[in-house]
């Protein structure tokens, strides 16, 4: 069914890439990702992939952001030089993307200039799923799908009992969390921070009545888990029976893993765009997998029909 569709992958989320295969029913295509003696990335397509329908899944994920990003690069640019088809990046979690303005006067637009580097590279179309700035998919002169994590949140979140309230941990989140409210017929609040530097945020107070309720703070990153964690604990305050996050992407950097396994905070539900590896350590991390998602994405696109039904 799938004879001229590739599936290939670097080495920084090959798990996804297995399960995406496994529910397209097809293998992958051998790739050798190996790094010379002198720290030089060497990257070699395995199989012949002469005029094929190829897609690299390939996040640009810690804990080796860079090398990723160069990983997914190198395997665009050999796809390209070896007469590929069509070459789709699948990238689950866009690494630079929250550095997609100037925020200082003499600062890079990062996210563009990493979106210059796949489009030249050799991708003709990105796929990704909850981008952090969804103007990022203007950076791109090639189309850009970005699906939403929503329908994979849904179920788990569906099966909590008692009055629920959906939160967004600040102001930046309002529209990712109104959307879940709908979809759940509950009451959204907001909790007001305050950020006085990057990595580091200090809750204030909360828009909205989440007393006696049990509310879920839905946020698409969580990186040192301050914002997160901050924010259980003014909801709390505010007389929240119970703490649950979820969001999309799970970095997982720095005092994160301890900071979540001491909050107040009962379960935090991530998808798998980044490892599962990064949650070891910490007994309040459930993973819920995007595979399904990606791989009829994939399907819908090498068939050339719509991906519409994604977004619904």
Do not use: W
């Amino acid at each position: 069914m799938f004879s001229d569709l590739k599936i290939v992958t670097g080495s920084s989320n090959p798990e996804l890439a297995k399960a995406i295969c496994d529910h397209l029913g097809c293998q992958l295509t051998p790739t050798l990702a190996t790094t010379f003696s002198d720290g030089e990335l060497r990257i070699e397509i395995g199989d012949n992939v002469r005029g094929d329908d190829v897609f690299v899944v390939q996040p640009t994920c810690p804990p080796l952001v860079n090398r990723n990003l160069m990983q997914l690069c190198l395997m665009l640019d050999a796809l390209k030089r070896a007469s590929a088809g069509r070459i789709t990046a699948v990238i689950p979690y866009y690494g630079y993307a929250r550095q997609d303005r100037k925020v200082s006067p003499r600062a890079p637009i990062s996210a563009k200039m990493v979106a210059d580097f796949i489009s030249v590279a050799g991708a003709g179309r990105v796929v990704t799923i909850d981008m952090h700035a969804g103007q990022i998919q203007g950076f791109f002169n090639c189309p850009v799908d970005n699906l939403y994590a929503a329908p994979v949140m849904m179920e788990p979140l569906r099966q909590i009992e008692g009055d629920i309230v959906i939160v967004s941990p600040d102001a930046g989140g309002v529209e990712r969390a109104r959307s879940y409210a709908k979809r759940l017929n509950a009451p959204l609040a907001i909790v007001d921070k305050r950020r006085d530097k990057p990595n580091q945020a200090q809750a204030m107070h909360v828009i909205g009545d989440v007393e006696g309720k049990t509310a879920i703070i839905v946020d698409d990153i969580i990186d040192t888990a301050g914002t997160l964690c901050a924010g259980a604990d003014v909801l709390l305050k505010y007389g929240a029976k119970k703490i649950i996050a979820c969001a999309s992407h799970g970095v997982l950097s720095g005092p994160a893993l301890e900071r979540l396994e001491n909050s107040n905070i009962e379960e935090l539900a991530l998808l798998n765009t980044i490892p599962e590896s990064m949650g070891e350590g910490c007994s309040k991390i459930k993973y819920l997998s995007v595979a399904p998602m990606f791989a009829e994405a994939i399907e819908r696109i090498y068939q050339e029909i719509s991906i519409a039904k994604l977004f619904n």
